[in-house]
């Protein structure tokens, strides 16, 4: 198959394009940086120039690049994370989420493409009452924080719309992204004991590793009817449980604990709703249908790998017994 990546150049696009390519399918991959196209193909992608926010730039990509399936990666997270001002924060994301999805959904028509698979995200959008793990049929957050309400929107958006055709729509909620090139500056806020435990950590995180985002993707190019699916680890766990553990794999201290208020008042609502609130999601769909199993079921040798990999070398042995209970 012929297959567009709008925005490859980013943590899951450099992971992403040499998967598709072993995978015997020919790839265009966009970025907005003309200097990036050398990048592009190495990773073994025809390069070409197109700013997702641009109508007659998309519509001119997909036309010179004839794909049979086109995979929207495009997001600006690598914009300054600040969680108070979230909706600020996620500003341009959102955009790409709504006009930017518009736009390559027009061209898709046009082209003639059979299929589009489009990246969500799977967390801090559950709902946040009832049970721990959700899955694709508890919807999203019906009450989010006031400064995610425009994110949440935007997600919303572009689900509904990559779903509702008629190009077959392949929406993929990749859990909280790890593995090389994702997530290091989290790390240095463990080593620095800037990351405490609010509260008492009751929050359900699921964890995806890059690699296991770009294989269901890779999956997706030609499985699964139309709708979304959570990809994520095998092991949603609470922020009291990953929290210490990656502080150890890291060789930091343990991470502080701070009460819900004083985490409230230093680090605002979205925190302390992600620390003690948040739930989980369930991979059973994406496993059953898209036929893809997770490479790192666990984040626990997940995290290792990903500081072996990053040239950060975690902390031997088992960092912590695993919780009898589970
Ligand atoms: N599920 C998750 O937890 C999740 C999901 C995504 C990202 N993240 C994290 O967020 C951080 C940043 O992600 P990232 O490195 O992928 O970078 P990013 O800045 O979010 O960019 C992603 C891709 O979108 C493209 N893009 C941005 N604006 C565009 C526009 N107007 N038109 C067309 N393409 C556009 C970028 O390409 P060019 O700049 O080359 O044009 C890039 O290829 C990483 O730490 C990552 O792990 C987490």
Known sequence: MRVLVAGASGAIGRRLIPKIVAAGHEVAATTRDPAKSGELHKLGAQPVVMNGLDADAVAKAVTGAQPEVIVHQMTALAARADLRRFDRWFAVTNELRTKGTDFLLAAAREAGVSRVVAQSYTGWTNPRTGGAVKTERDGLDPDPAPMQRASLAAIRYLEQTVCAGPVTG???????????????????????????VVGDGGGVWSWTHLDDAATATVAALDHGSPGVYNVTDDEPATVAEWLPYLADVAGAKPPMR?????????????????????????????????????????????????????????????????????
């Open 170 to 196: 392949i929406v993929l909620r990749y859990g909280n992204f790890y593995g090389p090139g994702a997530s290091e500056a989290f790390v240095d806020l463990i080593r620095n004991r800037r990351l405490p």
């Open 258 to 326: 701070v009460p819900t208020w004083l985490g409230r008042l230093l680090a605002g609502t979205v925190t302390v709703q992600w620390m003690t609130q948040a739930r989980g999601s369930s991979n059973e769909k994406a496993k059953r249908e898209l036929g893809w199993h997770p490479a790192w079921p666990s984040w626990r040798e997940g995290f290792r790998s990903w500081l072996t990999e990053a040239g950060q070398q975690p902390r031997p042995g088992p960092a912590q017994a695993r919780d009898p209970s589970r």
